[in-house]
């Protein structure tokens, strides 16, 4: 597809030199990180050697000293990474017709009483969020943001994951949008038992009919007796998510899409094993495949909103 094949070429514009400036930044702490155990180990040996309580205590001030400038700058690397690499793919995303007005906050989150309105998930004891993304696809608003959610096993007495991944909410602004609608993913089936009965208890039932078999084979779809199914999860629809979803298997990539309806808000989660665009103090941080992830991902989900947004 033609965007993400200019995605490249704006990168190795745009994106590219700004990794390297921060890969210069990311050795010098490495080399600085390096001397600095070199002369602690030093002094460590003198004061053994010398045994003078004065001196030590001296030495103290020092060390201290550049131990904290050390552990500042190192976080001033990690806290300015993601939002300057970030700012860039927006950047990139916003100058699509389609997309607008798109603003990155590190620290911002989805609240959690919208991520168990989505009814895909029924707990999140521990609820963790961070960069959070707000904009507008066409005319339907939208945010996201990474999420870390667990619940507390009542059997074991420990926490076990819910979801970490891309979680997606947007509204639709239609009144006259009624009933819920819920897509699942049918491998995930056997630990999504709970939201299936929660559904059950709106009043909705599995849909069997006027679904692609394709579509039907990899995901369970629920709706309830006022969705008019072929209108809501239209065919187009349908062969949109499937071809998202084949670019995750070409990829060699775990992950797993839920989708829901719920009157005229939309939810979206995508599954992922980790965070995106970490960066990593021992480990080169120049990586083209990594940002094309990252910029793939956010703008999947962008074009399911895009293909929602068509209902209104």
């Known amino acids: 597809m033609q965007p993400f094949h200019d995605f490249r070429v704006f990168y190795n514009q745009n994106i590219f030199?700004?990794?390297?400036?921060?890969?210069?930044?990311?050795?010098?702490?490495?080399?600085?990180?390096?001397?600095?155990?070199?002369?602690?180990?030093?002094?460590?040996?003198?004061?053994?050697?010398?045994?003078?309580?004065?001196?030590?205590?001296?030495?103290?001030?020092?060390?201290?000293?550049?131990?904290?400038?050390?552990?500042?700058?190192?976080q001033v690397y990690y806290q300015e990474f993601k939002p300057r690499i970030v700012g860039l793919v927006l950047d990139f995303i916003d100058n699509d017709i389609n997309y607008r007005e798109l603003r990155y906050d590190a620290k911002g989150k989805i609240p959690k009483e919208k991520f168990l309105a989505s009814k895909i998930f029924t707990r999140a004891d521990i609820y963790k969020g961070e960069d959070r993304i707000t904009g507008w696809v066409r005319e339907l608003p939208f945010e996201m943001c990474e999420l870390d959610v667990r619940q507390v096993s009542s059997v074991r007495g420990r926490l076990e994951p819910i979801f970490r991944g891309v979680f997606v909410c947007g509204d639709f602004y239609r009144a006259d949008m009624l009933g819920s609608v819920l897509i699942l993913p049918h491998s995930r089936r056997k630990y999504l038992s709970h939201s299936e009965r929660a559904f059950h208890r709106l009043g909705g039932r599995r849909v069997t009919k006027q679904l692609l078999d394709e579509f039907e084979a990899v995901f369970d779809t629920y709706a309830t007796p006022q969705v008019r199914v072929a209108d809501v999860i239209s065919t187009d629809l349908q062969r949109a998510i499937l071809r998202f979803r084949e670019r995750f298997s070409q990829?060699?990539?775990?992950?797993?899409?839920?989708l829901s309806i719920i009157e005229d808000n939309v939810y979206i989660a995508l599954s992922h094993p980790k965070n995106l665009l970490e960066p990593s103090l021992f480990r080169n941080t120049v990586s083209f495949e990594v940002v094309q992830e990252f910029h793939d991902d956010i703008r999947l989900l962008l074009e399911i909103l895009g293909e929602l947004d068509v209902l209104n």
């Open 17 to 74: 030199p700004e990794l390297v400036n921060l890969e210069r930044r990311r050795r010098r702490l490495i080399r600085l990180l390096g001397i600095s155990v070199f002369l602690f180990a030093g002094i460590g040996a003198l004061q053994i050697y010398l045994k003078i309580f004065v001196l030590t205590l001296l030495l103290f001030i020092p060390v201290g000293l550049w131990t904290s400038y050390l552990g500042h700058q190192v």
């Open 251 to 258: 990829a060699s990539q775990q992950k797993d899409l839920y």
